[in-house]
């Protein structure tokens, strides 16, 4: 039984400002509910850059591979509107939830992914015009970034332990 409860993980989703102002947070939301995937902790909010700062700091590899351009492009896109950020637990959710998502550069995204069925822009457009890539969601990337992350994101009494359906066949 410990080693199955090592299993179950609790990973960071947040719907960015055009996953918001599209309109499409709910079918963001039901695709991991659909695979068993439940919602522990889930707030909308409009952070301050001292909170995305902290969220972004390993500044140091997002500058390697884009540039320091990129990550204050990135930074401006997030603040410019509310976020949804939800916290899901489950078998193995930090990359299902990955799965589910697809690579951050939504040019580069399958079909069947968030990221290949709602969005479409590459890093060169994003950043000849000089915008962060608006690609709907950040997932936590490891078990112990989820952990960072959400602790950044949610107080303690802002998640929730329950039963689910899903938890008859899964624990």
Same mark, same amino acid.
């Given at each position: 039984?410990?080693?199955?409860?090592?299993?179950?993980?609790?990973?960071?989703?947040?719907?960015?400002?055009?996953?918001?102002?599209?309109?499409?947070?709910?079918?963001?939301?039901?695709?991991?509910?659909?695979?068993?995937?439940? /919602?522990?902790?889930?707030?909308?909010?409009?952070?301050?850059?001292? /909170?995305?700062?902290?969220?972004?700091?390993?500044?140091?590899?997002?500058?390697?591979?884009?540039?320091?351009?990129?990550?204050?492009?990135?930074?401006?896109?997030?603040?410019?509107?509310?976020?949804?950020?939800?916290?899901?637990?489950?078998?193995?959710?930090?990359?299902?939830?990955?799965?589910?998502?697809?690579?951050?550069?939504?040019?580069?995204?399958?079909?069947?992914?968030?990221?290949?069925?709602?969005?479409?822009?590459?890093?060169?457009?994003?950043?000849?015009?000089?915008?962060?890539?608006?690609?709907?969601?950040?997932?936590?990337?490891?078990?112990?970034?989820?952990?960072?992350? /959400?602790?950044?994101?949610?107080?303690?009494?802002?998640?929730?332990?329950?039963?689910?359906?899903?938890?008859?066949?899964?624990?």
């Amino acid at each position: 039984m410990g080693k199955e409860k090592d299993l179950i993980e609790r990973s960071l989703v947040i719907c960015k400002p055009d996953a918001v102002q599209r309109g499409i947070v709910g079918e963001i939301l039901q695709r991991f509910e659909r695979v068993g995937l439940k /919602i522990v902790g889930m707030k909308m909010v409009m952070p301050s850059e001292d /909170i995305y700062r902290a969220h972004y700091e390993d500044i140091g590899k997002m500058i390697t591979r884009r540039g320091e351009s990129a990550y204050h492009y990135n930074v401006t896109y997030m603040m410019s509107g509310p976020v949804i950020a939800i916290v899901f637990e489950g078998v193995e959710a930090v990359p299902l939830i990955r799965k589910i998502v697809g690579p951050t550069e939504p040019k580069s995204a399958e079909m069947g992914t968030i990221r290949g069925d709602f969005s479409h822009m590459s890093f060169g457009y994003s950043d000849a015009k000089g915008i962060g890539v608006p690609n709907l969601v950040h997932a936590s990337g490891s078990v112990d970034e989820a952990k960072k992350e /959400i602790a950044l994101w949610f107080k303690e009494d802002e998640l929730y332990d329950y039963s689910d359906l899903n938890e008859k066949y899964t624990r």
